[in-house]
């Protein structure tokens, strides 16, 4: 869906964990994690293999992966990616916002806030929330005014979530967001 609609090819995934499905539908991925598990589960020879029984593309994959906090930005990845990931990692899309190009993407999740975080930065527009519906992704771009709308009477900042480390409750949710990066 994001891949062929969107012609993302270039992906990274800040924060990744072992978390390898962005390969089974993208060729190029570049995963950060410094967790000594994920830099365990990376090192394993068995790991291309994984992803060529369950990739949706015809190419061979192309993965790296860097054992360092998200936050140590590798200079030769600026403005290099098409879409960034965020999940359950914690501030991606601020912090990583340098590795996308003008007009990119940001999938991102609100188990940490980034979400929210996102929502309140001039530098990405929400142009579709993501449902699952019968285990189907699908977008939808209608009534986008309406998510992230706090439940409780709070003024929404940065430094709100910065504190709490987590989301907050909206009326209106959804499991994943879509936003874009403003060309500038």
């Known amino acids: 869906m994001l891949r062929?609609?969107?012609g993302i090819s270039k992906v990274i995934y800040p924060g990744s964990?072992?978390?390898i499905?962005?390969?089974?539908?993208f060729s190029y991925v570049v995963y950060?994690?410094?967790d000594k598990n994920a830099v365990k589960f990376f090192k394993s020879n068995a790991l291309v293999e994984m992803i060529n029984?369950?990739?949706e593309y015809s190419e061979d994959p192309e993965i790296a992966f860097h054992g360092i906090d998200y936050?140590?930005?590798i200079e030769d990845y600026h403005s290099k990616f098409d879409l960034l990931i965020s999940q359950y990692a914690g501030f991606i899309s601020g912090v990583c916002r340098p590795y996308l190009r003008p007009s990119g993407y940001l999938l991102v999740n609100n188990s940490h806030g980034d979400a929210g975080?996102?929502?309140l930065d001039s530098d990405y527009k929400l142009i579709y929330a993501v449902h699952k519906t019968k285990g189907k992704y699908r977008l939808s771009n209608s009534s986008l005014d309406t998510y992230f709308i706090p439940k409780k009477d709070i003024t929404v900042t940065k430094e709100l979530l910065?504190?709490?480390?987590?989301?907050?409750?909206y009326t209106k949710t959804a499991p994943l967001y879509l936003f874009q990066k403003m060309a500038k």
């Open 21 to 25: 499905s962005p390969s089974f539908i």
């Open 53 to 55: 029984e369950r990739k």
């Open 32 to 34: 950060v994690d410094s």
């Open 17 to 19: 964990f072992i978390q």
């Open 71 to 73: 936050s140590n930005l």
């Open 117 to 119: 975080m996102a929502s």
């Open 162 to 169: 910065l504190d709490r480390k987590k989301g907050l409750g």
């Open 4 to 6: 062929d609609e969107f």
